[in-house]
């Protein structure tokens, strides 16, 4: 396995990539049909994070193969101290350690660029992932109530969770 920055070039993979887990799993706020970028549009925020000090997006490969991503955004203004990450690796790869390499990366990276706080939203129903956030340090802040709404229109509930650097 390898992780790197992404870049430009790797957009119309990302795509692909981000398409195929929006339809394996719930846990994430977007399905296969509604995901909200463009391959130009991808390559633009990809282009705008290559020497970024504010954002990052990791993609970890196995077989030059894109199976996992992680990123972080600093918040803007009064919350430049603190950054937004996100998280996704191929149901065929869970639990071979891709998660905690990909948020291993991205924490260092918070920490070079003196990032304060690190937060995230995870659904209170995954298990998986809010156990390696815990191995990672994070706490649970909050629980937001009916957070997500479900194509059959179900709502799950998610938890808000924050790790001080």
């Not at 990276?109 to 156990?131: G, K, P």
Request: net charge negative; charged share 30%; aromatic share 10%.
């Amino acid at each position: 396995m390898t992780i790197e920055r992404g870049t430009p070039a790797d957009a119309a993979e990302l795509i692909d990539y981000l398409r195929t887990i929006g339809g394996e799993t719930e846990n994430l706020s977007f399905g296969t049909d509604d995901f909200p970028f463009t391959v130009e549009s991808e390559a633009e925020y990809l282009e705008k994070q290559v020497d970024s000090h504010d954002r990052v997006l990791y993609v970890a490969r196995v077989d030059g193969r894109i199976v996992g991503d992680a990123s972080l955004s600093r918040g803007c203004r009064r919350m430049r101290h603190r950054g937004e990450f996100g998280i996704s690796v191929l149901r065929s790869m869970w639990g071979k350690g891709i998660g905690t390499a990909l948020a291993e990366k991205v924490l260092t990276f918070a920490r070079e660029n003196e990032f304060e706080q690190v937060f995230l939203e995870v659904r209170s129903d995954n298990t998986r992932a809010i156990h390696l956030y815990e191995k990672l340090g994070f706490s649970k802040l909050c629980t937001y109530p009916d957070y997500l709404k479900q194509p059959d229109g179900r709502t799950v509930d998610c938890d808000l969770m924050y790790l001080p650097l």
